[in-house]
């Protein structure tokens, strides 16, 4: 998933290819992952899988990762657009259309209703 990311700077000439930095929840806490970004030269903000009885140990967390915007985002987007969220669409030209076209039905549907 890391090979296809292309981050736009602005500027002309070839695109990065290589994060500085990622975010994610515990489920991607492996060391395998973890070795493979440190290789890349990324630099993994992983919480690490703890039971409840464990302290939590290294360093502390200082990127929050956005979950709650993340859930609400999807919540927002079943109440109408469930296609959007299913992933029906195949080709990233269609669902990158598709989900501009329901931010923007949502925000004129804001601008309308107040």
Same mark, same amino acid.
């Given at each position: ?12 000439? %070839?695109? +990065?290819?290589?994060? &500085? ?10 060391? !395998?992952?973890? *070795? $493979? ?19 939590? %140990?290294? +360093?502390?967390?200082? &990127? ?10 999807? !919540?927002?987007? *079943? $109440? ?35």
């Amino acid at each position: 998933m890391l090979e296809a990311v292309r981050l736009r700077t602005g500027t002309r000439g %070839r695109p +990065r290819n290589r994060l &500085k930095g990622i975010a994610t929840d515990p489920g991607y806490d492996a060391t !395998a992952l973890r *070795q $493979k970004l440190r290789q890349r030269g990324i630099r993994a903000q992983i919480p690490k899988r703890v039971w409840k009885t464990k302290k939590h %140990r290294g +360093r502390p967390i200082t &990127k929050v990762v956005p979950r709650f915007q993340a859930e609400r985002t999807f !919540a927002w987007l *079943q $109440k109408k657009y469930r296609r959007l969220v299913v992933r029906w669409e195949h080709m990233a030209a269609c669902f990158d259309a598709f989900l501009a076209m329901a931010t923007i039905h949502m925000w004129i549907q804001r601008l309308i209703v107040g």
